[in-house]
């Protein structure tokens, strides 16, 4: 049977989208719209690919997928998580005001946590094959190693060349106001190690972007 040359000429590359996007789209109103311009940049791609964005499988109704494609016969989920420290600042006549998300530990957990849950959904979604994570900031906080040893956050750390792999857990003096509905540990079964890439520079204070992608298999 012959192969579908799709699939051999043309494999899905979320880099290659970042790439070309962060050329038209150097800065974001909000994650929403870093969502729908990265899912438009996908279909310009791979005009055959079919997108959906806030995806609910019906074997996990709580939940949504931020971008889902139906691929050459995969399913591709995608996990997007957009923190910015404060920045105002004008690009084409075009007004940003970004808000400073602040709560970085709070953030590096949730970052995480989607790690997880692409693990989840690779034993249960139809057709996965591969999903993956991105992650974009202004926040220098999320490359950076933490400033001091044994912060609460230690575990959930996604610095420059941080390995993450196996259960993660708050050290045992966090408060139990501050990692509110974010109690339970964080287990992966895959090995990652975390590389952080110039997105953009619109030559402002904390106008220096960097994204990292992570890549889960089934």
């Known amino acids: 049977m012959e192969e579908d040359p799709i699939m051999i ?3 899905f590359d979320i880099d290659r989208c970042l790439f070309s996007l962060q050329k038209k789209r150097p800065i974001f109103h909000s994650e929403a719209d870093f969502q729908f311009a990265l899912s438009w940049e996908i279909k310009s791609h791979y005009p055959d690919a079919n997108v959906r964005l806030e995806y609910c499988p019906s074997i996990l109704p709580n939940v949504h ?5 139906f691929y050459c016969n995969e399913t591709i989920p995608i996990e997007l998580k957009y923190k910015t420290a404060k920045l105002t600042f004008s690009l084409d006549n075009e007004d940003f005001n970004l808000k400073n998300h602040g709560a970085q530990d709070l953030g590096k957990y949730d970052f995480l ?5 692409l693990e989840d959904l690779s034993s249960c979604l ?3 094959s591969k999903g993956y994570t991105v992650w974009l900031t202004n ?9 001091r040893k044994n912060t609460v956050y230690e575990a959930f750390s996604i610095h420059q ?4 792999h196996g259960c ?3 050290l045992p003096h ?17 090995t990652y190690v975390i590389n952080w890439r110039n997105y953009s520079d619109i030559g402002c204070k904390k106008g220096i972007f960097k994204y990292a992608t992570l890549t889960v298999t089934k």
């Open 9 to 11: 000429d043309n494999p």
């Open 65 to 69: 997928i931020d971008i889902l494609l």
């Open 113 to 117: 946590k989607d790690v997880q849950r």
């Open 126 to 128: 139809s057709g996965f």
């Open 139 to 147: 926040d220098t906080s999320y490359w950076n190693p933490p400033s």
């Open 161 to 164: 060349s941080a390995q993450k």
């Open 168 to 170: 993660m857990e708050w």
């Open 174 to 190: 966090a408060g139990a106001g501050t990692i509110k509905g974010r109690e339970k540990p964080i287990t992966l079964n895959g």
